[in-house]
């Protein structure tokens, strides 16, 4: 069975950083692409970062370049997303998804989701 499990949400200050997981099982992260979303009260899910299935390939939305990092451990089977600088704006649930083909920002043309982990950046 094919699930994605987040980890590492909480609520911190805005300059803060945190560190997101994303634990697969039923694959390995060498298969599909994996992409962070996040989706804020009344917004629509937006991409954050994507990257691919070899590992030597990473994107990420203007918003947040410069002060995130995606990355994999492959021997830990696990995916993060490392939050630096956090901003208000950045609050919403962040989901991780698989998919087999390229990155995309489309999250309908992701096959499989996590249930989400929440982050909050407030003062």
């Known amino acids: 069975q094919v699930q994605l499990v987040e980890s590492g949400g909480g609520l911190v200050q805005p300059g803060s950083s945190l560190r997101l997981s994303c634990t697969p099982s039923g694959f390995t992260l060498d298969g599909p692409a994996i992409g962070w979303f996040r989706q804020a009260p009344g917004k629509e899910r937006e991409g954050v970062s994507c990257?691919?299935?070899?590992?030597?390939?990473?994107a990420y939305a203007d918003s947040v370049k410069g002060r995130f990092t995606i990355s994999r451990d492959n021997a830990k089977n696990t995916l993060y997303l490392q939050m630096n600088s956090l901003k208000p704006e950045d609050t919403g649930v962040y989901y991780c998804a698989a998919r087999w083909g390229v990155c995309s920002w489309h999250s309908v043309r992701y096959d499989y989701w996590g249930q989400g982990t929440q982050v909050t950046v407030s003062s």
């Open positions: 990257i691919s299935s070899s590992g030597g390939g990473t």
